[in-house]
């Protein structure tokens, strides 16, 4: 595909775009970044240690003691650069500890400490209740419905192979 000097031109009008048929996308990242800020800034106020991404290291070295550092990096969804800052700086705070690999020499295998189970229990509380707080308009049933369609609806992205570049998709959308 060529340029031409009309494509580098700046557009000062706006543009009409379709619009998705449903704002599940916009409407999802809009959650996400509120109850991560409410988290944050609770955890503050109550002059706590971590962030929220601490947090979520903390609560899959719970669940699974041992990952190395690209194994948590892939599951938080940031570069393992990213997660090797916030090890360290982690493990400089005492909250978790680093062995060597049993299976790799060449990585490391991340704990965390009582310290850091102290924070992430903490931290558990005050998300608990932020979660209480943004369900408390619906039901018990609707609560359980909403995570339903939405391990669903991961569950579908993770099945679903991505569309190839260029290609247009069909989008078939249930509300």
Do not use: Y
């Not at 944050?40 to 962030?51: H, P, Q, V, Y």
Request: proline share 6%.
């Amino acid at each position: 595909m060529s340029r031409t000097s009309k494509d580098l031109r700046p557009i000062r009008e706006p543009v009409p775009l379709p619009e998705p048929r449903s704002n599940v996308g916009f409407a999802l990242r809009h959650l996400m970044q509120t109850f991560r800020q409410l988290v944050d800034s609770t955890i503050r106020a109550r002059g706590m240690e971590i962030s929220f991404p601490h947090f979520m290291v903390l609560k899959m070295l719970a669940q699974e003691p041992g990952l190395s550092g690209a194994q948590l990096a892939r599951r938080h969804g940031v570069t393992a650069q990213s997660m090797n800052g916030l090890l360290r700086g982690m493990e400089s705070t005492g909250m978790i500890m680093r062995e060597k690999h049993p299976e790799n020499r060449r990585t490391d295998a991340w704990f965390m400490t009582r310290s850091g189970l102290r924070q992430v229990t903490e931290g558990g509380e005050i998300a608990d209740s932020i979660i209480n707080r943004m369900l408390a308009s619906i039901s018990k049933a609707d609560a359980a419905r909403l995570a339903e369609l939405l391990n669903e609806c991961a569950a579908a992205l993770q099945q679903t192979p991505e569309p190839k570049r260029g290609a247009r998709a069909s989008v078939s959308h249930r509300v």
